[in-house]
């Protein structure tokens, strides 16, 4: 992985605000010892005393929403309005966690008849904390993919060091003193400003004791293949291309309008995003205009303004890659129905008009890549059979959205869908109750949930045997 510059570039101007040198050797090191120091503290807390500390860093960035909400904006660009909407979805997931975790990690108690026979009188399954948990965290939800680990990860026991993207510095240390301030031990979680080469050897020390990533496919094999030469254990939320398939049933007027949500929000930039639309003959036209007409009527602009419904891309190179996937598709006879262009009265910063092609063929690079921005690709289908093959044929396998009112049809989607999940009748959303994860190119292990919050303990078996 290239390191690159950690600075704070605002992505509606195109304009370097704030740089930070990266930590030195010494400096690593002293917060490796000082999460180890923290670990052996913070794993003997009671759950009680780990809800409190929560329960306060969610009151205290509840407290900073608006501060934090113009930070990320400033970072990577996301309209206002869904920066506020993000950090409060932080708030109600750290108090989730804190509220459930308890109850998510409760010893676990076989039938004594079921043990017997291995000569146990009883026996009992505990969940205790593995140790310091390495994070490798994304830009385009630089709380949310953060607080989303954080929190079960804290609940459990363990102590986190975040190796946060580049370009959101000041989130990332937002993010130490949050939970600072809310009284953790001192080391229990901890930022490292590094570029991404200095993650290996991090990752090789031996205090720590496995770790997570969300980013792209090729982060993910290079974090896995050292945590596997390390014997470490990784969850991996990787790259998603989901498919949003539209049957005969569906109510065409909510389609589109979630559709164009499902596609843009945070411009585009989310893995679990709408991509590739796929939609039943007998209904793609009237579909298509729908949904072509509201994804141009979406306003691009400032994403300070509250009007704004799609801000800049992330990144200069963000908008390089997308716009190639889809030169490549109109040069080789893709139809722009809307967008495939930079807005012409944007000459600052990295905006992309929101964008639907249709007449994709599988020579196409983007019928097999993610678009990482606010494009869309459309795709006629004759029956349900054509959908599903055509919704699997992508390497990922992130989540999936399917509208149909057809029990059968969704029984059909829920059992051949190749995604980590299926949502019928709405869009893809990440709940702190739900698991969350993928498979294939997608990445394995889960977040969320009691699910996600056991990936990273120790599942232990107490085996009592005769007293006399």
């Keep these: 992985m290239a390191n690159t510059a950690i600075a ?48 306060r860093a ?24 869904q920066a506020r909407a993000e950090a409060a979805k932080c708030v109600k997931a750290m108090r989730w966690y804190a509220d459930h975790a308890e109850a998510l990690l409760a010893d676990e108690r076989p039938d004594p008849a079921d043990v017997r026979d291995s ?4 026996a009992v399954v505990r969940y205790r904390p593995l140790g310091t948990l390495l994070a490798v965290m ?29 370009n959101v510095p000041q989130t990332a240390l937002y993010l130490e003193e949050l939970f600072r301030r809310a009284g953790y031990p001192d080391g ?25 990533l969300t980013g792209s496919e090729p982060a ?23 498919p949003y398939v539209v049957l005969p049933s569906a109510d065409l007027d909510k389609a589109a309008r979630v559709g164009v949500t499902a596609r843009v929000q945070n411009n585009g930039q989310s893995c679990i995003a709408a991509k590739r639309f796929i939609v039943h003959e007998d209904v793609h036209d009237a579909f298509a205009e729908r949904f072509t007409a509201g994804m ?15 801000g800049p891309l992330a990144s200069e190179q963000g908008r390089s890659d997308l716009e190639e996937l889809v030169d490549d598709a109109v040069h080789q006879g893709a139809r722009a129905l809307c967008g495939g262009r930079r807005p012409p009265d944007h000459r600052a910063g990295w905006f992309y008009e929101p964008t639907v092609l249709a007449g994709i063929a599988p020579s196409m690079r983007i019928h097999h890549e993610e678009a990482f921005g606010p494009v869309a690709t459309l795709y006629r289908v004759a029956d349900l059979d054509e959908a599903i093959e055509l919704a699997n ?40 109750g739900m698991p969350f994860g993928g498979a294939k190119r997608s990445g394995y292990g889960r977040e969320l949930s009691g699910h996600g919050m056991r990936e990273f303990c120790n599942m232990t078996t107490l085996w009592y045997g005769p007293e006399e």
């Excluded at 141009?296 to 799609?310: C, K, S, Y």
């Design 8 to 55: 704070t570039v605002n992505p509606a101007t195109g304009e370097t605000l704030k740089t930070f040198d990266a930590l030195n050797a010494g400096e690593i090191e002293d917060r490796l010892v000082r999460a180890d120091q923290a670990f052996q503290i913070h794993r003997g807390t009671s759950f009680a005393r780990r809800a409190e500390l929560l329960h």
């Design 58 to 81: 969610a009151d205290l960035l509840e407290a900073d929403q608006e501060g934090v909400a113009r930070t990320l904006t400033t970072e990577m660009g996301k309209p206002l309005v």
């Design 119 to 122: 000569g146990a009188v009883r």
């Design 138 to 166: 994304p830009w385009n939800f630089p709380l949310w993919q953060v607080v989303r680990f954080a929190a079960p990860a804290l609940m459990a026991g363990n102590t986190g060091l975040l190796k946060h993207a580049s």
């Design 188 to 212: 229990c979680f901890q930022t490292l400003l590094i570029g991404s080469g200095a993650v290996e050897e991090v990752l090789r020390d031996p205090r720590i004791a496995a770790a997570t």
């Design 220 to 242: 993910g094999r290079s974090v896995a293949a050292v945590a596997g030469d390390e014997i470490k254990k990784t969850v991996l939320e990787l790259g998603g291309s989901d």
């Design 296 to 310: 141009a009527a979406l306003t691009v602009g400032d994403p300070m303004d509250e009007a704004t419904d799609i």
């Design 393 to 432: 044929d992508t390497p990922f396998g992130l989540s999936s959205n399917a509208w149909t009112r057809d029990a059968v049809e969704q029984e059909r989607l829920a059992r051949d869908l190749q995604a980590g999940g299926v949502y019928f009748n709405g869009m893809t959303a990440s709940h702190p």
